[in-house]
Nanobody, 121 residues
Framework: VQLAESGGGLVQAGGSLRLSCEAS????????IGWFRQAPGRERDFVAT????????YYADSVAGRFTISRDDAKNTVYLQIYSLKPEDTAVYYC???????????????WGQGTQVTVSS
């Protein structure tokens, strides 16, 4: 499966964004999809993940209540809705596909190229 992120940009603190992760291939529904982010000089951190059925979602403590992950299998797309953006949310955001629902990037086999989110104060 190939993944492509979109929707990043420059936003003022307190603003909102919706990131999209579009997948190619007919096997999209077999995968759990996760979002990760990487700020300059930092490791790639878990943000959110959604199970294959969409019935289970998990979030990093730092984003819980502000980020919402969802999926539309008919469109082969997973969304990350972000509210109340903070400067510390600035990072490259990646989506990834895994056969398991996990917070560890090591369990994800397929990755997109990333989309930059920059939050100005």
């Amino acid at each position: 499966v190939q993944l492509a992120e979109s929707g990043g940009g420059l936003v003022q603190a307190g603003g909102s964004l919706r990131l999209s992760c579009e997948a190619s291939g007919r096997t999209f529904a077999r995968f759990s999809i996760g979002w990760f982010r990487q700020a300059p000089g930092r490791e790639r951190d878990f943000v959110a993940t959604i199970s294959r059925s969409g019935g289970a979602t998990y979030y990093a403590d730092s984003v819980a209540g502000r980020f919402t992950i969802s999926r539309d299998d008919a469109k082969n797309t997973v969304y990350l809705q972000i509210y109340s953006l903070k400067p510390e949310d600035t990072a490259v955001y990646y989506c990834a596909a895994s056969s398991v629902t996990s917070k560890s990037p090591l369990t994800y086999d397929y990755w997109g190229q990333g989309t930059q989110v920059t939050v100005s104060s």
